[in-house]
């Protein structure tokens, strides 16, 4: 038994205080067979990531090399932060499962070591406009092509603090798509728990240290978003990448201002929703001003872009969508704004008066950071 295995044999015989204060760097996930593992360490591409970074002399970090991360061993990655969501996160986890088991399917939830893409999480082939193989309909290359690059996905849950049946419910979820031979990805949904409430920010960022995939989105638990239109943000995603893969598409519930679900709303979050786009629009520097809707909580990253992003992220509270998206403008990462799905959701645990005065508080330190330079990479 090496070194790592004694220290999570320790780990799993811990007490539960202690056992608490470990669990950020480790995972729960249920086998075919129904049974939920034991502790084990989640992979993690930032720690690696900032390690090398340190040993970088000053003058060549400036370069894109410095930026590479470990090769993703999956195609996608999804995000899904969770506070007190033992009553929403059945359905949303269901439909997640659903597709993504038929859009990027694999018989281990990974794929093969000879499989993986380069290091910084670009693909091999080239510059976007020199790749001219198929775009299937989920957003991956066509399979008949490259089946590489478009197999195995994984569930990052985090458990910001829930003090509820949260966790257990994810991983009842799991089990449940097993025995109904409705998931084969075995290992696929990976739970972390977080021994206190961070903010959704916190734990969306917590979630994209440790992923794996080379293409991550993150997802609200509720399931408001329609989980099928993760296609669209891929194959946006592809189209815009530049020459070293980097790309970002957002969610966008834009067009569905005036519909129905957004005239039922009271006059009071109409109002603050209003106050907020003028605010960003005032605040925000140029491209992260011109996205319509900067808080729909369905965004996708490209793998090579993570590196640009997450390092820098300072917000843990709602404000931090506006955060990532100003980090890629200052990277110069193209963004998409692509029109999905979206349904209201009763259960939210947004205090609309106190959390929008709280974004627009955070949304002023923001810009007085952006304004001193706080964001200099180097």
Known sequence: MNTSERLLSLINQAPLELLALLLVTLFRTVLANGETTTWKQLPCWHETFTARRKAVPQMEKASSDGYDVEPAELFMTVVVPAYNEEERLSGMLEEAIDYLETAYPSANGSITPKEKLNGNGKRTQGKPGSDHREIEGNGSLSSHTNGSASRGWEIILVS???????????????????????????????????????????????????????????????????????????????????????????????????????????????????????????????????????????????????????????????????????????????????????????????????????????????????????????
């Open 160 to 378: 910001d603090g829930s003090t509820d049946r949260t966790i257990e419910k994810a991983l009842n979820c799991a089990r449940s798509r097993f025995s109904g031979g409705k998931m084969r990805s075995q290992g696929s949904i990976r739970v972390v728990s977080l021994r206190f409430n961070r903010g959704k920010g916190g734990a969306v960022t917590h979630g994209m240290r440790h992923a794996r995939g080379q293409y991550v989105v993150f997802a609200d638990a509720d399931g408001a978003s329609r989980f099928a239109d993760l296609g669209k943000l891929v194959r946006e995603c592809r189209q815009i990448e530049d020459g070293e893969g980097r790309g970002v598409a957002v969610g966008s519930r834009a067009h569905l201002v005036g519909s129905e679900a957004v005239v039922k709303r009271s006059f009071l979050r109409n109002l603050l929703m209003h106050s907020f786009h003028l605010f960003l629009r005032l605040l925000t520097p140029p491209a992260t001003a011109a996205i319509k809707d900067t808080q729909c909580g369905f965004k996708l990253f490209s793998r090579a872009s993570l590196p640009y992003i997450v390092p820098y992220m300072h917000s843990e509270g709602w404000i931090f969508d506006v955060e990532m998206l100003m980090l890629a403008e200052l990277a110069s990462i193209p963004v998409a704004e692509v029109a999905i799905g979206w349904r209201e959701v009763t259960g939210s645990k947004l205090n609309v008066l106190w959390d929008s005065l709280g974004m627009a508080w955070g949304l002023f330190i923001l810009r007085c950071a952006w304004a001193f330079g706080v964001y200099r990479r180097y």
